[in-house]
């Protein structure tokens, strides 16, 4: 299992918190420092069954100053994932990767069912 974070940010605190309470193992990645690329992107959107947009933090400031609520809609799919790939603080976090699966932001009932199904390979000690 893969899971993408920002440190600072107070939702992907939580959401490692949560991850170490259900003794849950991970491998970490800093989305600043290891931006993810437009390949692996392209990937996890295509597993996601998610809408494209939902993949951008809308509430970041890097987006609000690029003004891309108002320019997204007029770009393709292969130049919003161009774009994803060229800052982490444009890319919604956390991001849990893991088999088939990519989750969004931190919402603990989607985490739980993941896990769930997840349970045999990700439990540690068990």
């Known amino acids: 299992m893969l899971f993408i974070y ?25 989305i600043v420092e290891d931006n993810p690329s437009h390949d692996e992107l392209k990937e996890w959107y295509k597993k996601s069954g998610l809408p ?26 292969e130049e919003q994932l161009k774009l994803l790939s060229t800052n982490g603080m444009l890319v919604k976090r ?15 009932a989607e985490w739980e069912k993941l896990i769930e199904t997840n349970d045999d390979m990700q439990r540690t000690g068990e």
């Open 94 to 108: 956390p991001l849990i990767v893991a088999n088939d699966q990519v989750l969004l932001g931190f919402r603990e």
């Open 6 to 30: 920002y440190p600072k940010c107070s939702t992907c605190q939580k959401a490692k918190k949560w991850l170490d309470g259900h003794n849950i193992e991970y491998t970490e990645r800093h």
């Open 52 to 77: 494209l947009k939902k993949f951008f933090n809308t509430s970041g400031l890097l987006y609000k100053e690029m003004k891309l609520k108002e320019k997204l809609s007029s770009m393709s799919e």
